[in-house]
Antibody
C-alpha cells in the first residue's frame, strides 16, 4: 500500500500563499492509475475535499475554492503539491493528502495530516 | 453539489451495543459511498466502500447497507476501540462531499 507524507510551513500570514507537498512512497505517481488529492479539516469540524489531480495533468477542484487553489504533480520527485492563495483565518485546518485509485475511486491511503495556522 | 446528511450527529453507547449510523444523499449516488473512522489527532481510516464492501483488515462487525440515497453503517457489537467519529463520503460525482460526522461516545 502507498505511504503519503505531507510537509510544509505550519504558519502562514493572512493574504499570503499556503504551500504544502505530499511525498508518495511505495509506488510511482506516474506509474500508478490514481487521483492524488487534498482534503482539509478545520479544528473541531468536518472534512472538506479541496481537489484532486491525475498524473497526466487533469485536475478537479471544489468550486468554493477553485479560484484560489492549484494542485500540481512533480513526477521526478514522486510528489504532488497544493497551493492556496490569499489565505484567511478560515483556511486554518489540518490538511491531508490522500490517494484514490481511478478504478475503485475510494480514498484508500492518507497522509498523517499537516496543521496549518493562518495568523499574523 | 450532492449534500450528505448524517444522523445522528452524536450518540452514546456501551461496549457490546449495536450501533447504526445513517447517511442520506441529496440525490442518488449508485452505491458510490465510503465510510471512514477518525480518532482524535489521526487521519480518517477507510472502513467500507461501494456502500457495503469491507476494506481489507477491517473487522467484520462493521457492515454497510443501502441504495439510492439512503445508506447505513452498522457496528454489530461496539468495542472499546470503536469510540471515534464516523464520516460518510460520496464519490459518485465531483465535488466529492462528506457527511458532517457522527461522534460515538461511551455511555
Amino acid at each position: 500500500q502507498l505511504q503519503l507524507q505531507e510537509s510544509g510551513p505550519g504558519l502562514v500570514k493572512p493574504s499570503e500563499t499556503l504551500s504544502l507537498t505530499c511525498t508518495v512512497s511505495g509506488g510511482s505517481i506516474s506509474g500508478s492509475d490514481y487521483y492524488w488529492g487534498w482534503i482539509r479539516q478545520p479544528p473541531g469540524k468536518g472534512l472538506e475535499w479541496i481537489g484532486s489531480i491525475h498524473h497526466i495533468g487533469s485536475a478537479y477542484y471544489n468550486p468554493p475554492l477553485q479560484s484560489r487553489v492549484t494542485i500540481s504533480v512533480d513526477t521526478s520527485k514522486n510528489q504532488f503539491s497544493l497551493k492556496v492563495r490569499s489565505v484567511t483565518a478560515a483556511d486554518t485546518a489540518v490538511y491531508y493528502c490522500a490517494s484514490r485509485p481511478v478504478v475503485t475511486r475510494r480514498f484508500d491511503s492518507w497522509g498523517q495530516g499537516a496543521m496549518v495556522t493562518v495568523s499574523s | 453539489d450532492i449534500q450528505m446528511t448524517q444522523s445522528p450527529s452524536s450518540l452514546s453507547a456501551s461496549v457490546g451495543d449495536r450501533v447504526t449510523i445513517t447517511c442520506r444523499a441529496s440525490q442518488g449516488i449508485s452505491d458510490s459511498l465510503a465510510w471512514f473512522q477518525q480518532k482524535p489527532g489521526k487521519a480518517p481510516k477507510l472502513l467500507l466502500f461501494d456502500a457495503s464492501r469491507l476494506e481489507s483488515g477491517v473487522p467484520s462487525r462493521f457492515s454497510g447497507t443501502g441504495s439510492g440515497t439512503d445508506y447505513t453503517l452498522t457496528i454489530s457489537s461496539l468495542q472499546p476501540e470503536d469510540f471515534a467519529t464516523y464520516y460518510c463520503q460520496q464519490y459518485y460525482i465531483t465535488p466529492l462531499t462528506f457527511g458532517g460526522g457522527t461522534k460515538v461516545e461511551i455511555k
